[in-house]
């Protein structure tokens, strides 16, 4: 009786796993849709040389409530050459432990900063879930945006504690190859859509999966930290990735930006500003 009621749990396992296979393996992400707003124009990289010329640049600007946007989009050239520090951007949830969302934020020796966002892409009637992530629901998709955009929404319109820990390179020629690859990537996936995935392509595993390319093995890619983003510094404080010698609970408190950025509000030198570390 025990083998017959364990025969019929598999037989419904397979079954259930067969359903999933065909409902989910012929989906294909979507190219046009009523997309969000703000994930709506996708940027697009062109390269010369030592320049990269990005248009689309996503510079919104929101408030006073998030849902008010504010489009802009600017185009511009930045010298791979000059770029000066990379930042690792971490915005736990409402204050989660678990989860978080990061990102990368290029520092040029022009003072610019242009961040790299990887994010679902949502139509407007569509909001997050992680099991709708886990599935074929959401298209990945890659904004390069101004960074005053993306940090000023996060830590003063959804008061979020926003961190921005300073990366530590293995070679300095990895900044250049590093950002190249990401914007390789966003070309890519205009005319080639992917699925995100909340486990295997999310924000911090694509991270991951860009700084291993360019310097290989470099991190795990089976960390459960991977998939609780909200541990992402933890591990890249744990792996040498962050440029410092002190404790997280340390590098937490020094790299923490959401004060200065509530108190200078959208100031033009805003980058530099919240910088300000003591």
């Known amino acids: 009786m025990f083998l017959n009621k364990r025969k019929k749990l598999l037989l419904i396992g397979f079954f259930f796993l067969c359903a999933l296979f065909i409902w989910q ?29 990005i248009k689309n640049v996503r510079n919104f600007r929101y408030g006073p409530t ?65 099991i709708k992530g886990a599935l074929r629901t959401f298209p990945l998709m890659y904004i390069a945006a101004d960074e005053r955009d993306v ?3 996060r830590a003063n ?36 859509p992917a699925w995100y995935n909340t486990f295997l392509a999310n924000c911090t595993s694509s991270i991951v999966y860009h700084v291993n390319r360019v310097s290989p093995s470099r991190v795990g890619n089976f960390s459960w930290k991977l998939w609780f983003t ?21 590098a937490r408190q020094k790299y923490l930006i959401t004060p200065r950025s509530q108190q200078i509000g959208d100031a033009e030198d805003y980058s530099r500003l919240i910088r300000q570390f003591e």
């Open 25 to 53: 393996v012929p989906k294909k992400p979507a190219v046009d849709a009523d997309w969000q707003t703000h994930l709506a124009v996708p940027s697009l990289a062109e390269f010369k040389d030592n320049l990269v010329f």
């Open 66 to 130: 998030e849902e008010e946007m504010q489009p802009a989009y600017y185009d511009k050239t930045y010298n791979l050459e000059e770029i000066k520090q990379v930042w690792f951007v971490v915005e736990p949830f409402n204050g989660q432990k678990y989860l978080a969302h990061t990102f990368l934020s290029f520092e040029f020796e022009s003072g610019d900063f242009l961040a790299i966002t990887i994010e679902a892409r949502k139509t407007k009637n569509q909001k997050y879930g992680i």
């Open 151 to 153: 940090v000023l929404l």
């Open 157 to 192: 319109l959804r008061q979020d504690n926003v961190y921005t820990y300073p990366v530590k390179l293995a070679r300095p020629e990895n900044a250049r190859l590093l950002l190249t690859d990401m914007l390789e990537r966003m070309n890519e996936l205009v005319v080639k």
């Open 230 to 250: 909200g541990y992402s510094d933890r591990l890249a404080l744990q792996m040498g990735l962050i440029d410092t010698d002190l404790s997280l609970k340390q």
